[in-house]
């Protein structure tokens, strides 16, 4: 087998991992290598995987816990804690891609999932990239005057937030049940592993922040979405087959993209790790 290799995608964002098969077990150095380049470089991209279920899961726990989604209905079949993204779901005659606007994991958990992940099973022939923007890197180039402004405020994240930009599909009574109470957490958090402070923003889950009229809770989300998803902070994925990708939720936002061909379909394996409250 090659040797492991970890190169950089971009100058701030994301790092190709080739040389390692994650069916086999990975010792400890390799795995210091991995978790190192993760907390650096946020998303990691391992190239040429061939996982079942089950190997995901055991190559997942490499990284962390697994932690239950929210829609536990929305699972691979006979892999009750192995979750999927695809384009296949349709209410009220309209088609739900996942993840389609910038946001970070379940924050409207009190502990949101620190890592999620995608292995890709089917893609279609050209588009659905997954793009993710350095949430470091946006907080760092903000004006002094703004990063004053945020750094003691919180903001109500919930599951169905009323200003949410998007439809979240379809979850099940069950499901519903036992998501638990909103996460109420800062507009920056400082990352456990690397030190560095970061923006912690999801219009999707937001629905107030703390001390504000929900009209200036808006407009403040607002200026600073549009300021964290500028081009200059993004890493933006073309998937291949046999991709596992990994990211950091509390370091960048991601989205998925609905820019291809509905006819072919686009299904990836999902999981997430474990997390810690937001400080
Ligand atoms: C997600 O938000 O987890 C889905 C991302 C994707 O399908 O590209």
């Given at each position: 087998?090659?040797?492991?290799?970890?190169?950089?995608?971009?100058?701030?964002?994301?790092?190709?991992?080739?040389?390692?098969?994650?069916?086999?077990?990975?010792?400890?150095?390799?795995?210091?290598?991995?978790?190192?380049?993760?907390?650096?470089?946020?998303?990691?991209?391992?190239?040429?995987?061939?996982?079942?279920?089950?190997?995901?899961?055991?190559a997942a726990t490499?990284?962390?816990?697994?932690?239950q989604h929210d829609?536990?209905?929305?699972?691979?079949?006979?892999?009750?804690?192995?979750?999927?993204?695809?384009?296949?779901?349709?209410?009220?005659?309209?088609?739900?891609?996942?993840?389609?606007?910038?946001?970070?994991?379940?924050?409207?958990?009190?502990?949101?999932?620190?890592?999620?992940?995608?292995?890709?099973?089917?893609?279609?022939s050209r588009g659905?990239?997954?793009?993710?923007?350095?949430?470091?890197?946006?907080?760092?180039?903000?004006?002094?005057?703004?990063?004053?402004?945020?750094?003691?405020?919180?903001?109500?994240?919930?599951?169905?937030?009323?200003?949410?930009?998007?439809?979240?599909?379809?979850?099940?009574?069950?499901?519903?049940?036992?998501?638990?109470?909103?996460?109420?957490?800062?507009?920056?958090?400082?990352?456990?592993?690397?030190?560095?402070?970061?923006?912690?923003?999801?219009?999707?889950?937001?629905?107030?922040?703390?001390?504000?009229?929900?009209?200036?809770?808006?407009?403040?989300?607002?200026?600073?979405?549009?300021?964290?998803?500028?081009?200059?902070?993004?890493?933006?994925?073309?998937?291949?087959?046999?991709?596992?990708?990994?990211?950091?939720?509390?370091?960048?936002?991601?989205?998925?993209?609905?820019?291809?061909?509905?006819?072919?379909?686009?299904?990836?394996?999902?999981?997430?790790?474990?997390?810690?409250?937001?400080?």
């Open positions: 087998m090659a040797s492991l290799t970890i190169t950089p995608l971009t100058d701030h964002t994301g790092a190709e991992v080739t040389g390692i098969d994650f069916t086999e077990p990975v010792d400890g150095e390799t795995r210091a290598r991995l978790s190192a380049a993760f907390a650096e470089r946020h998303v990691l991209v391992m190239r040429g995987q061939h996982f079942t279920p089950d190997q995901f899961k055991v490499i990284f962390g816990e697994l932690q829609k536990r209905e929305h699972h691979v079949p006979g892999h009750p804690d192995v979750y999927y993204v695809s384009n296949d779901e349709i209410v009220n005659g309209k088609r739900i891609i996942p993840g389609e606007s910038f946001h970070t994991d379940h924050s409207n958990h009190p502990r949101p999932p620190k890592a999620t992940m995608l292995f890709a099973v089917e893609l279609p659905g990239d997954t793009q993710y923007v350095n949430m470091h890197a946006a907080y760092r180039d903000l004006p002094e005057a703004t990063r004053h402004r945020i750094d003691g405020l919180k903001a109500v994240h919930v599951y169905f937030s009323k200003y949410s930009p998007r439809s979240l599909g379809h979850i099940d009574e069950e499901s519903l049940r036992r998501v638990p109470p909103p996460g109420i957490h800062p507009l920056v958090r400082t990352h456990p592993e690397n030190g560095r402070k970061a923006l912690y923003l999801n219009p999707v889950r937001m629905e107030s922040i703390l001390g504000l009229e929900d009209t200036d809770a808006l407009a403040l989300i607002d200026a600073l979405m549009q300021h964290a998803t500028q081009k200059k902070y993004e890493y933006r994925h073309k998937w291949r087959p046999g991709d596992w990708v990994m990211w950091d939720n509390r370091s960048v936002m991601h989205q998925a993209n609905a820019d291809y061909d509905m006819s072919e379909r686009r299904y990836l394996y999902r999981l997430m790790l474990k997390g810690e409250a937001p400080i």
